[in-house]
């Protein structure tokens, strides 16, 4: 009996190594994932120097979800494919000097997913060459920051950093996500602000704003304060605001260096495939805006800034001391788009060119603006788009 109990105590002794080994093999990854840094520097919203008292260091993609708190990115973090990481909450990330982090969405995810009732604040620590680098890309019909399909897109904030930001299948570079199914509607821009920094937003192919809205979205509330920016849309999506059959949303640019492009038939700055432009103001900075050309088998195009394809100018202001260049997209068998306006009339003139909308520019603005081209009409520099019988030019009000 004796021998019996043993042996079997003996048998265990394989579990009981196991057992000692436990604590190293679960708490230390824990315990790497969640280190505090003290006193991490970073600038603030107008550039100025400024102290999270703790923040927590990413290593390795870890944690994969971000609860409210301050992070910080330090060294070269690449993430397996397909590791989307999370925002809940109000979460702050600086990008330490000479780091970078590169993610990549799993299908119907965003790369970073900032979804409504949640936002995400990206800080550098120096505005020069060795400001820290964000490469992000959204998966299939996810936002490359910003929405999942489906869902609404939360705040984003970017006072600095280098991030590059490309949506995968029918979203947004930053901002919204695609829709759940085929044929489903995307989502809004949600609330996106950019300060500081060098941004670079894409959409991904199909139907979606650079930065703004996605397949049959608006753009949302998008302000530019400062930075170097370029935003490009593909297909019927704005370079900045709506995506296919979206308005622009209310577009505020108060700063900074910006370029925004369509690939085909929506606006540089404004509205997407037959959508409107929205509520755009202007009152600084240097802007260059093109409008799509040329989507294939329709000959449609979309404004510099105001309508895509046959949208509406909507409301464009623009004051102070602005320096803006707005072109026209061009059609080589239909009609060209105006500089600033509204997008032109399908090849068959059906639907025709969409309304100028109310345009308002200050004598204090340098202001460039030219009609696209069109094998059956050119658009007005300022007006309409082209349409049978021709643009309509139309002079902007004016204000001090």
């Known amino acids: 009996m004796q021998a019996q109990v043993v042996r079997s105590f003996t048998g265990w002794r394989p579990w009981l190594r196991l057992l000692a ?31 999270a008292p703790s923040a927590i260091e990413m290593t390795h993609c870890s944690p994969a979800t971000l609860n409210t708190g301050w992070y910080l990115v330090s060294g070269a973090i690449a993430c397996p494919g397909g590791t989307s990481l999370t925002i809940r909450g109000s ?19 965003a790369g ?27 998966g299939s019909g996810g936002a490359g920051i910003g929405g999942n399909p489906g869902s609404a897109t939360g705040s984003i904030t970017i006072n600095g950093g280098t991030v590059n930001a490309t949506g995968g299948n029918d979203a947004a570079g930053i901002g919204g996500g695609g829709g759940k199914a085929e044929g489903d509607s995307g989502g809004t821009g949600g609330v996106i ?18 930065i703004g ?15 170097a920016f370029t935003a490009t849309g593909d297909n019927m999506g704005a370079g900045i605001g709506g995506g296919w059959n979206g308005a622009g949303g209310n577009i ?61 100018g909507g409301n464009i202001t623009i004051t102070g001391h602005a320096k803006v260049t707005a072109t026209g997209g061009n059609s080589d068998n239909g009609y060209g788009s105006a500089g600033i306006g509204s997008g032109a009339a399908h090849i068959s003139g059906t639907p025709p060119a969409g309304a100028p909308g109310a345009i308002v520019i200050a004598s204090t603005a340098t202001v460039t603006p030219a009609g696209g081209a069109g094998k059956l009409g050119a658009g007005a520099a300022i007006g309409t788009g082209g349409t049978p019988g021709g643009a309509r030019t139309v002079t902007p009000g004016t204000s001090a």
């Open 112 to 138: 970073i997913s900032v979804t409504a009732g949640n936002s995400l604040t990206v800080h550098a620590q120096s505005t020069g060459g060795s400001m820290g680098v964000l490469t992000v890309t959204g």
């Open 193 to 210: 602000t950019i300060t500081g920094g060098a941004v670079n937003a894409a959409s991904g192919s199909g139907n979606s704003a650079g």
């Open 21 to 51: 080994w436990f604590p190293a093999l679960v708490l230390a990854p824990l315990a790497a994932q969640a280190r505090a840094v003290a006193n991490v520097p970073y600038l603030d919203a107008a550039g100025k120097p400024q102290t």
């Open 91 to 109: 979460v702050n990330l600086i990008l330490a000097d000479g780091s970078s982090l590169i993610a990549t969405g799993t299908t119907n995810h």
């Open 252 to 312: 505020i640019i108060h700063g900074g260096t910006v370029t925004a492009r369509s690939n085909t038939c929506g606006a540089g700055i404004g509205g997407g495939w037959s959508g409107s432009g929205g509520a755009i103001v202007i009152t600084g900075g240097t802007v260059d805006a093109h409008g799509g050309s040329n989507m294939i088998g329709f000959g449609v195009s979309g404004a510099g800034i105001g309508g895509g394809w046959s949208g509406a």
């Open 213 to 227: 809205g996605s397949y049959n979205a608006a753009g949302g509330a998008i302000t530019i304060n400062g930075g």
